[in-house]
């Protein structure tokens, strides 16, 4: 089956300095990649939806500069939270489409859980 | 714009039983996509069941099944023969056919207790 890997799987950061987030498709061209933020006991929202080569189309509410989002190759996108603060600790998801397969079918990572202190 | 809701934050049963967990949701569209996904303790999301709402069929994958009434938009899913593995968050979702932004509902933690 389609496997999605996330690097770092949990980060600690100082708040002030930026973090990346790799999000890799391993056996598939991921022509669409998305973004997602779980807080502790909810639910999974949305952050942004990026196709690659093209800029990355943010959810109401998602600040665009904090939460660098590019997808430069069919296998990599990468979420770099630029100036972390506390409230930015969270856990991080990123899912992938396959663009041979339906729009239905997405794969989640294993999601990356990032400490800002 | 589509909403779902799971009314039940938790949900505990006996290994062996069988459990229903509920998700209603709301939409004008016609054409779409309902899904059940899993997120154990490992917080990996695992999709367990999807639903076509084109068929009057109700999907079935093992010990899983959903209950699809489609003019009451309610998509529950019952696990039957519930094993410790069961025990996992469950999140309802809703996917409009010919998009690709999936919209979840609040999740129910379920417990398996042996």
């Known amino acids: 089956g389609a496997v999605v890997s996330q690097h770092p799987s949990r980060v600690i950061c100082k708040s002030g300095t930026s973090v990346k987030i790799e999000c890799r498709s391993l056996?598939?061209?991921?022509?669409?990649m998305f973004w997602y933020r779980q807080f502790p006991k909810k639910s999974l929202m949305l952050m942004a939806t990026?196709?690659?080569?093209?800029?990355?189309?943010?959810e109401q509410g998602v600040e665009k500069d904090k939460f660098l989002i590019n997808h430069a190759s069919l296998t990599l996108s990468t979420l770099t939270v630029t100036s972390a603060h506390p409230e930015d600790s969270s856990f991080y998801i990123c899912?992938?489409?396959?663009?041979?397969?339906?729009?239905?079918?997405?794969?989640f990572g294993p999601g990356t859980r990032l400490l800002v202190l | 714009a589509q909403t779902v809701t799971q009314s039940q934050p938790e949900m505990s049963v006996q290994e062996a039983e069988t459990v229903t967990l509920s998700c209603t949701y709301d939409?004008?569209?016609?054409?779409?996509?309902l899904f059940w996904y899993k997120q154990p303790p490992s917080r990996q999301m695992i999709l367990v069941i999807r639903?076509?709402?084109?068929?009057?069929q109700n999907a079935t994958e093992n010990r899983f099944s959903v209950n699809f009434q489609k003019a009451a938009k309610s998509f529950s899913l019952k696990i039957s023969d519930s094993q410790l593995g069961d025990t996992a968050m469950y999140f309802c979702a809703f996917l409009i056919q010919g998009a690709q932004k999936l919209v979840f509902g609040q999740g129910t933690r379920l417990t398996i207790n042996p």
């Open positions: 899912s992938a489409r396959d663009g041979d397969r339906p729009l239905w079918d997405q794969y």
């Open positions: 639903q076509e709402a084109y068929k009057q």
């Open positions: 056996d598939f061209q991921a022509t669409t």
């Open positions: 990026s196709n690659e080569g093209s800029k990355a189309t943010y």
């Open positions: 939409t004008s569209e016609n054409n779409y996509y």
